[in-house]
């Protein structure tokens, strides 16, 4: 069973950048995958920030960049600010199912 | 504006049935595919299922495949989600997500969820 991989958690200082990548573990993720991303802080409901690689969702600010970086897809961002201390899940349109969300990325902004 | 609305969890023994339901509005429902993705406590997101526009075609999760039903009403503008032979590890935060447009596009707007604890 293919397993969507993301780090477990990264720390950004304010006004810095930080790039989160999801990857696969078998195999190499592509535009064909059509990654979204997405950010949920603890006892909310997810909010979509990126769909189809590199879209972003309505309302969301452009410091928040989607891409394909070798094999994986990845999130970045840019200026960082203390709202952005969240969770991040990535999420593949695979064979499998609709949606296979990745392991998630903790974001700490200190 | 559009809403989604989760309804419907609560405390189920294991073995229990509970039906979530999922009301919609704010969007031309009978367009759009809708899904169940589920939250354990201190855990990641988990897709569960996956319903088409017209309600033709129905998708589920491995973990959950023939214990969970997912149905929809486009003349009442809700999705349902009925659970049979829940275990301990379906205890989870269910959130009802709107499909932007193709699956491939994944969600734009997701309800505030609704707990299901099994526990005797």
């Known amino acids: 069973q293919t397993v969507v991989t993301q780090e477990p958690s990264f720390s950004v200082s304010p006004g810095g950048t930080v790039t989160l990548t999801c990857g696969l573990s078998?195999?190499?993720?592509?535009?064909?995958?059509?990654p979204s991303w997405y950010q949920q802080t603890p006892g909310q409901a997810p909010r979509t920030l990126i769909y189809?690689?590199?879209t972003r969702s309505s309302g969301v600010p452009d410091r928040f960049s989607g891409s394909i970086l070798g094999n994986k897809a990845a999130l970045t961002i840019t200026g960082a600010q203390a709202d952005d201390e969240s969770d991040y899940y990535c999420?593949?349109?695979?064979?499998?199912?609709?949606?296979?969300f990745g392991t998630g990325t903790k974001v700490t902004v200190l | 504006e559009v809403q989604v609305l989760e309804s419907g969890g609560g405390l189920v023994q294991p073995g229990g049935s509970l039906r979530l339901s999922c009301a919609a509005s704010?969007?031309?429902?009978?367009?759009?595919?809708m899904s169940w993705v589920r939250q354990a406590p201190g855990r990641g997101l988990e897709w569960v299922s996956a319903?088409?526009?017209?309600?033709?075609?129905?998708y589920y999760a491995d973990s959950v495949r023939g214990r969970f039903t997912i149905s929809r009403d486009n003349s009442k503008n809700t999705v349902s989600l009925q659970m049979k032979s829940l275990r301990a590890e379906d205890t989870a935060v269910y959130f009802c997500?709107?499909?932007?447009?193709?699956?491939?596009?994944?969600?734009?707007?997701w309800g505030q969820g609704t707990l299901v604890t099994v526990s005797s």
């Open positions: 189809n690689t590199n």
């Open positions: 999420m593949l349109y695979m064979a499998s199912g609709p949606g296979v």
């Open positions: 078998s195999g190499s993720v592509s535009t064909s995958y059509y």
């Open positions: 319903i088409s526009a017209s309600g033709d075609s129905t």
């Open positions: 997500a709107k499909v932007r447009s193709g699956y491939n596009s994944g969600y734009d707007y």
């Open positions: 704010g969007f031309t429902f009978n367009s759009y595919a």
